[in-house]
């Protein structure tokens, strides 16, 4: 759910007239009703087609077709211009938060969410207060600009509470997962949809990517992919990966898809992309696919003891 009325009010102060609207897959379909919404308020509207996944893959071809971009679904990552954002706020039941309540063992927790339920975090606070449970909710960050917020590419949120016990409110594992190896902290998967509630096994995830780097010493070269897009673009991190290796290549890519990195023809890459792809799409890539933390303990310049989950800071 986005307000509209307030995008108008934001659109007319402007003085924009052409709008370009983009939104990431799971939104896409709402696109052609904010558009009709949109017309009928005299504005002139474009949509973005290409595939969008998050608030660092920005439509700047559109944008520049248009006086401003609307970015739907998520906060801003960096300060480009012309780009106005409308997070997609998500409703759901607290009913978690009560049933995590007798799980914890301290007084005090942190609690963090993602941009969709980032609005629930007073609620769920004040449930925990009457349970009393002090919920510390961190200040924003400069990629996670709410309060309590986290990224898959950024646990500053999470860090920054500096609890031993933190709760998650939201779906999926990979950002519990990610929180509990940014800080350690146990950490209670909420789920609000399912009022499941679940502790991360990090530990699994460690044994993989262990795994998989064993795998990756084998190859004879390597592809440094640095991505194109906005609010991805690591090629200061992707220029001292390439120095510890002769046999590594910085690659310029968009989209970092099975077929182009067969067609690319290394045997290993590292990512400088959007940290999820190493974890969430390794199964699909033909070959391995490193982080950055990885290919220094490849390179025998980290030791696998100091670990670090991969985020854009
Ligand atoms: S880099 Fe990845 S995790 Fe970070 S905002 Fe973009 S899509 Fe999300």
Redesign the pocket.
């Known amino acids: 759910m986005i307000r509209l009325h307030d995008l108008y009010r934001r659109l007319k102060e402007k003085g924009y007239k052409r709008i370009a609207l983009q939104a990431p897959e799971g939104l896409k379909r709402k696109l052609p009703t904010i558009a009709s919404d949109l017309r009928s308020q005299g504005f002139d509207v474009i949509i973005s087609g290409d595939p969008c ?5 920005l439509d700047l071809c559109a944008r520049d077709n248009a006086d401003v971009l609307v970015h739907i679904g ?1 906060t801003p ?1 960096d300060h480009t211009e012309r780009v106005l954002y409308e997070p997609w706020k998500v409703d759901a039941a607290l009913d978690v938060i009560h049933d995590v309540i007798p799980l914890l063992s301290g007084s005090k927790a942190g609690l963090v969410t993602t941009v969709q339920h980032a609005h629930l975090l007073p609620a769920a606070a004040q449930i925990l207060h009457q349970a009393g449970i002090e919920a510390i909710i961190a200040e924003a960050s400069p990629r996670t600009p709410l309060r309590g917020q986290v ?4 646990f500053d949120g999470a860090r920054k509470t500096g609890e031993k016990e933190i709760i998650f409110l939201g779906t999926g594992l990979f950002h519990p997962i990610g929180i509990r190896l940014a800080t350690s902290a146990r950490v209670f998967a909420c789920d609000p949809i399912t009022r499941e509630i679940n502790e991360p096994d990090a530990d699994r995830l460690l044994r993989i990517r262990f795994a998989l780097i064993e795998k990756a010493r084998k190859a004879e070269s390597f592809g440094i992919l640095v991505s194109e897009k906005t ?2 673009c690591r090629i200061e991190t992707a220029e001292k990966l390439c120095s510890l290796s002769p046999r590594a290549y910085i690659v310029m890519i968009r989209e970092v898809t099975p077929d182009q990195l067969l067609n690319l023809g290394f045997q290993c890459f590292v990512n400088t ?4 792809l190493a974890y969430d799409d390794q199964t699909r890539f033909p070959v391995p696919v490193l982080t950055p933390a990885e290919f220094e303990i490849l390179c025998g310049i980290r030791e696998f003891e100091d670990y670090e989950i991969d985020e ?1 800071l």
């Open positions: 996944y998050g608030a660092c893959d998520h990552v990224l898959g590419c950024s609010g991805q992309a959007c940290p999820r854009i």
